[in-house]
């Protein structure tokens, strides 16, 4: 049993660097000099000392959050599409505008005796104002372009929520794992460091903690002795 806890912890530094680089790949932040260095390190055992000396919560990487980005991208590329849509009305009414005045000044010179009202005239056209330029068909237009931007603006909302409840989760679920890890290299090298009453403290009270143990283990075998020579002399 000694044996293979002895193998065990002479592994623990391999495993810690494997979850270290599992860890790194996993948020594509395995070039970080401190994540490189520390795994180096644990798989060479080498300056452990030092690499105990850093605070690992704050010299992990921050990984970027890649989650919601599509539905961030929509809702950007949406709201860009539905902000130039919102002036395309009123360019497309004053266009009408235009090119009605214009044909009802040729229909004016034409027909003097004959003159219609203006807005009879940009509806029915005479003849002389083009069917895509009457009222009607430019109002029919204008609507369309308003529904369509009311849909982009719900949809583009709905992208953007979408996006920003994937990253926040996102983000929670690396911070979570972030000093996860930190606990693990934390606790690891916690006894690399240099020499102070906090690590004099914690061995003591390490070294302490086994001795009970210890202790307790010896009272149960002289417990278990006594009865068994009990036995014994019962026996005889």
């Known amino acids: 049993m000694a044996t293979k806890r002895r193998v065990s912890n002479s592994k623990k530094h391999i495993e810690l660097a494997d979850r270290v680089d599992l860890w790194a790949r996993e948020y594509q932040v395995s070039r970080d000099p401190y994540v490189s260095g520390l795994s180096s390190s644990l798989r060479e ?5 030092i690499w105990a000396a850093l605070n690992p919560i704050e010299y992990l990487p921050q990984p970027e959050i890649t989650e919601g980005i599509a539905f961030a991208r929509w809702a950007r590329l949406l709201t860009l599409i539905r902000n130039v849509l919102v002036f395309a009305p009123v360019a497309l009414t004053w266009a009408a505008v235009g090119q009605a ?6 229909y004016v010179k034409e027909n003097g005796a004959d003159v219609v009202n203006f807005l009879d005239f940009w509806q029915n056209g005479y003849g002389v104002l083009g069917e ?26 709905v992208f953007g929520k979408r996006a920003t409840e994937a990253q926040a989760n996102f983000e929670q679920e690396i911070e979570r794992e972030r000093i996860g890890l930190a606990v693990e290299i934390n606790t690891f090298l916690f006894d690399k460091q240099k ?16 001795l009970l143990n210890a202790t307790d283990a010896l009272e149960d075998v ?15």
């Not at 055992?45 to 000392?49: D, G, R, S, V």
């Not at 109002?139 to 982009?152: P, R």
């Not at 020499?195 to 086994?210: C, E, F, Q, R, Y």
């Open 45 to 49: 055992k080498k300056n452990l000392q």
């Open 101 to 106: 005045t214009t044909a009802f000044s040729e």
């Open 132 to 157: 895509e330029w009457r009222i009607a068909n430019v109002a029919f237009l204008d609507f369309v372009i308003i529904l369509i931007v009311i849909v982009l603006t719900l949809i583009a909302s």
């Open 195 to 210: 020499a102070t009453n906090v690590t004099m403290n914690a061995s003591l009270a390490g070294a302490i903690a086994k």
């Open 222 to 236: 002289a417990k278990n002795l006594a009865k068994t020579t009990k036995k014994v002399d019962r026996g005889a």
